[in-house]
């Protein structure tokens, strides 16, 4: 699999006021052809050709994504950084009764059927908000990890969560475990 990529990163947390953008292209559905995801305004649209096959939703705000295989299962996934409300869909745990309206930062990964976008993992949301990330094998045994640099959340006085800057940050190590990612180790074990 082949990626090509051009880089133009702004800013990618929330409460910035630039717009973060953000082209990556690849063959994720192995057709020949290559998809281009396109990252603009915190929106992330996936094209082939002049076709759209797929955009985020409006209430979604992108901040970052990669291309990789995330659960080494031989498949390049797309991986999504977002911040949006709530922490589970139309099927939530027995224990929760009501749906949570706080908006904050979530990891999603979906992966390229045909030219049909499916989720394959969603989390809820996370109890560290992430600033950026990569996929790549960081420890040479042939399997990719989930490298995250991690923030801390501030509350607004509008009651939104965003990434405090104020705060450092730092880098926990990922692995896929068949139901989601596990923590290896942190750099800083003050996050």
């Not at 717009?19 to 292209?25: D, E």
């Not at 490298?147 to 509008?158: F, K, L, N, P, W």
Request: with cysteine; charged share 20%.
């Amino acid at each position: 699999m082949v990626c090509a990529a051009v880089f133009v990163i702004l800013a990618s947390l929330p409460g910035s006021k630039i717009t973060a953008s953000r082209t990556l292209s690849a063959d994720l559905n192995e057709n020949g052809t290559p998809e281009h995801y396109l990252l603009a305004g915190h929106r992330l649209t996936v094209r082939e050709n002049d076709t759209v096959l797929w955009q985020s939703p409006p209430a979604w705000r992108i901040t970052d994504f990669a291309l990789g295989d995330a659960d080494n299962d031989g498949t390049v996934n797309l991986l999504l950084s977002l911040w949006k409300k709530g922490s589970f869909g139309p099927v939530k745990p027995f224990w929760i009764d009501g749906e949570d309206q706080s908006y904050k930062n979530h990891l999603f990964v979906y992966r390229l059927h045909g030219n049909t976008m499916q989720p394959g993992w969603c989390s809820s949301d996370l109890d560290r908000p992430i600033v950026s990330f990569t996929v790549r094998d960081i420890n040479g045994d042939g399997m990719n990890e989930l490298v995250v640099q991690e923030g801390h959340y501030r509350r607004t006085a509008s009651g939104i969560y965003t990434v405090d800057k104020n705060k450092p940050t730092g880098t926990a190590f990922l692995k896929w475990n068949e139901w989601g990612f596990a923590v290896l180790r942190g750099q800083d074990d003050s996050i």
